[in-house]
């Protein structure tokens, strides 16, 4: 009979940051282990939760006895199981006893073809298995297989030694109200567990059935056993303990909370003003990093004194709890306060000889060295964007200084928001100290690009002088390795040069890049293998917007430089595309291309009069009107009116080929036809290779 069943494995307290990964792998390894050997309905539901300390997962639908099965096995071929009598063979008989089937005679075995040759086949009905040799089977895989950050070893009471990720305590297995007999890390199953460690009085919690599992361990127990019902939990307590302020609640420590709790309770606590003047987000990363702290403030973003946290006890007198974390809290931020102090007393500008004692690549030299090359690359590309210079520079040259602060030493998150706050103490302009952050922008897909001149010719000059860097010392991505994060600086510049359009061609900028390179022993220019693979990013950045393989191709064929107005014409493309004329004129264009590839070098200009044909005629009459047009539009940058121009010539392209012999036998006509052609490609593809459109 199909019941619900039940696992729960209760351990000592689980690692909170790998919780929900162990909590996910065990509920899916059962039922991925029971659904192999068919114990589950199609419409089986799969629950799983994890606490601090249990695992468990409820899933309905799961049969006692899994159903009988047909099995047909390949015995041997006929060739090798008959003799050139037609009698058995001494194989086929060690065959039939290795299957178990030694009374099985050859007429009851299924001549086949296998293949190009026969074969003996055996078919039968195998008898469907017990729920406990399943469940057994799917626990002890799923157990191998947790995705645990390190082996804990530890004896059971009996003396016997035991690997887990902690120790286990005790193991449920219901199949309905029946117990499963498993076994798992020592642990026999039965049907009790525990409560709260605190809240309850510690006596064991019997559970009847499945289905009253997570209302009794929350009702009985004090447990709230879904991830996902304590996380909600938290952030509703924290939003209303909140009130008018904001709270920051990254989902990360929002899960790393839910990991520590069983009974969520959220208090209020406060620290000294006096904090406050320290920058914010050295107080918010000490609380959230090192207390799990919800740090809160203004609707301005201004941080408040105030701090909420996350209590695995519920009490109507959390005086006691309130203090304590106020009291260990308050080192913490005096270790801040402390170090922001110490660290204004030094310019940036004088930490920089220190850089050269910090290496940055053995075959690249120091940070020192890199800081030269990146400063000048960074003048370059400002020259080449018209931005100020001397900022640049001196952005590019401060950029790194703050790696050699104490609180950068000490929380390395803040490398570039300390290196801000200490420019600006320093009396640096506004956009020089604003470079020190924005240079490492955009970390991660959908992070802000630089918001300033300054940053952004910074964050170029960084990005491009690790990829023609570390490229050029054999060290380019392979497979899924890249411990240089290339592929996020390749896609960080892509998205400065598209979304600022930046108007700057990508061959210049890796040229200078290549240039901070000289006199470096051994560099070897990459430029065009770093500018191929960045163009490969480009083609994914592109399809991920919206744009189909063809339209991509149909603008990359062009091999354009300059990348600013890529989109635009990707969208002139699509909206071209969408015509009723394109599929005809993309087919044309395509037929054109392989005409002139096929020619001995293009022809000159058209003769008129050598246009004999009426089709030809009327074509070049119209290519001459429309150029034009063309042209203007081109040049305006208008380049969905560039393409619409061109369906004008659709019924004059079409009657052209449909009248007219391109390959002439007059050499005179043939080239002047080859000059029409030529003329009317280079004005079809002015904005992209309308051909790559064709299917």
Request: net charge negative; glycine share 6%; proline share 5%.
């Amino acid at each position: 009979m199909n019941q619900t069943l039940l696992i729960e494995l209760r351990t000592e307290e689980l690692p909170p940051k790998a919780l929900v990964k162990l909590g996910a792998a065990f509920a899916s390894g059962i039922e991925q282990g029971l659904k192999a050997r068919d114990f589950l309905d199609a419409d089986s539901v799969v629950t799983p939760f994890a606490t601090p300390r249990r695992l468990a997962v409820l899933i309905t639908g799961v049969r006692a006895t899994s159903p009988d099965k047909a099995i047909r096995e390949k015995v041997l071929p006929v060739s090798v199981a008959l003799d050139a009598a037609g009698n058995p063979t001494a194989p086929l008989a060690k065959k039939l006893a290795a299957m178990g089937r030694a009374d099985v005679t050859v007429e009851q075995l299924e001549r086949a073809v296998d293949g190009k040759a026969e074969s003996f086949y055996y078919s039968y009905t195998a008898a469907g298995s017990p729920l406990v040799s399943g469940l057994q089977a799917a626990l002890d895989e799923t157990l191998g297989k947790l995705p645990i950050p390190k082996l804990m070893s530890y004896q059971r009471p009996d003396g016997s030694t035991v690997q887990f990720v902690r120790p286990a305590h005790s193991l449920i297995a219901l199949h309905g109200e029946e117990i499963v007999n498993l076994t798992a890390l020592g642990l026999d199953a039965g049907r009790t567990t525990l409560g709260h460690r605190f809240l309850t009085d510690g006596q064991p919690l019997s559970i009847s059935h499945p289905v009253n599992y997570a209302g009794m361990l929350e009702n009985e127990g004090k447990v709230i056993a879904s991830t996902t019902q304590r996380k909600d939990i938290i952030r509703a307590a924290l939003l209303e303990q909140a009130g008018a302020d904001l709270v920051l609640m990254p989902e990360s420590l929002l899960d790393e909370v839910a990991a520590l709790v069983e009974w969520p309770v959220v208090y209020e606590c406060h620290f000294e003003e006096q904090f406050l003047s320290v920058p914010q987000e050295c107080l918010i990363l000490t609380m959230q990093t090192n207390q799990k702290y919800f740090a809160l403030t203004d609707s301005a973003g201004k941080l408040r004194s105030r701090f909420l946290i996350v209590s695995n006890i519920a009490t109507s007198t959390p005086d006691h709890i309130i203090g304590g974390n106020e009291r260990v809290v308050r080192p913490r931020l005096s270790d801040a306060k402390f170090f922001f102090e110490q660290d204004k007393k030094k310019t940036l500008a004088s930490r920089l000889p220190q850089l050269a004692n910090v290496v940055y690549h053995n075959k690249l030299g120091t940070q020192a060295a890199r800081t030269t090359r990146v400063t000048r690359l960074a003048g370059a590309i400002a020259a080449r964007l018209g931005y100020d210079v001397a900022l640049a520079e001196r952005g590019a040259a401060l950029a790194k200084a703050d790696l050699l602060t104490d609180m950068v030493g000490e929380f390395p998150e803040l490398q570039g928001i300390m290196g801000t706050y200490y420019a600006r103490h320093d009396g640096e302009a506004e956009q020089v100290a604003l470079a020190a952050s924005e240079h490492y922008q955009p970390r991660f897909a959908g992070d802000s690009l630089p918001a300033t001149p300054t940053g952004t010719a910074v964050a170029l000059a960084d990005k491009l002088e690790t990829l023609v860097g570390i490229w050029s010392i054999g060290l380019a991505p392979t497979g899924d390795k890249d411990p240089f994060a290339l592929r996020r600086h390749a896609l960080g510049v892509l998205r400065m040069l598209l979304e600022k359009r930046l108007p700057v061609s990508l061959s210049a900028l890796l040229m200078d890049a290549a240039a901070v390179f000289d006199g470096h022993a051994g560099f070897k220019d990459p430029a065009p293998e770093v500018a191929s693979f960045i163009i490969d990013r480009l083609r994914g950045v592109l399809r991920e917007r919206g744009f189909t393989a063809n339209e991509v191709e149909a603008v990359l064929a062009q091999q354009p430089d300059r990348l600013d107005d890529i989109v635009q014409r990707l969208d002139a493309v699509k909206a071209f595309a969408a015509m009723p004329e394109a599929a005809s004129l993309a087919a044309a264009n395509k037929r054109i291309t392989n005409i002139l590839k096929k020619a001995d070098g293009a022809a000159g200009s058209v003769d008129a009069s050598l246009l004999h044909e009426a089709a030809e005629q009327t074509l070049a009459a119209s290519v001459a009107r429309v150029q034009p047009l063309v042209a203007a539009a081109f040049a305006a940058g208008d380049f969905a009116g560039t393409l619409k121009t061109l369906s004008q010539l659709r019924d004059d392209v079409d009657g052209f080929f449909n009248d007219v012999m391109v390959n002439a036998e007059d050499a005179a006509l043939r080239n002047n036809r080859l000059a029409l052609l030529a003329q009317l490609h280079g004005m079809m593809n002015r904005v992209a290779d309308i051909s790559k459109l064709a299917a």
